[in-house]
């Protein structure tokens, strides 16, 4: 922790927050003209007086209807956002019944498809490899869906 190195430093940092232009008291102008680290204290809480009264003076704040008016706008956003949420839920679950029908028609009539999808004469490592990848992708495609579909 610094040490204060001067007893006038708060009435100098006072005077300067106060009315940064305003003379100064005679004694206290005096202590600045002989103190370098009270006139470098006067100095930059000045212009940090300055700074901020611009600010200030360029913010533009919202009236209480625009605000009120945003406030409501976000809380109708988010409603629509959570009624829709079970809207989302039941699209899943509907995708993902459409994608356990196919493959349960896919099984049902497996005799059928590897006589019609794969050549006869292939070797059976060629008919494991394609049932294989249809699997996969029967698994991969509900994650890609709800990859793709989910509401961030």
């Known amino acids: 922790m610094r040490m204060r190195a001067c007893a006038h430093e708060d009435a100098v940092l006072a005077a300067a ?9 005679d004694d206290l102008a005096a202590h600045l003209a002989g103190c370098e680290e009270c006139r470098d204290l006067h100095t930059i809480a000045s212009a940090l007086h300055d700074d901020q ?7 533009r704040v919202p009236s209480a209807g625009q605000a009120w008016w945003r406030a409501e706008l976000r809380a109708r956003q988010e409603a629509a956002a959570t009624a829709a949420r079970p809207i989302t839920v039941a699209t899943g679950l509907a995708v993902a019944s459409l994608i356990g029908v196919f493959a349960s028609l896919t099984g049902a009539l497996a005799w059928w498809l590897q006589d019609w999808w794969v ?9 494991l490899a394609l049932w294989f990848v249809a699997g996969v992708l029967l698994v991969a495609t509900p994650v890609m869906l709800y990859v ?3 509401d961030e």
Do not use: H, Q
Request: avoid cysteine.
């Open 119 to 127: 050549v006869p004469a292939a070797p059976s490592g060629l008919r």
């Open 148 to 150: 793709a579909l989910r």
């Open 17 to 25: 927050l106060a009315a940064p232009r305003a003379p100064l008291p």
């Open 53 to 59: 009264a611009e600010a200030l003076a360029e913010a």
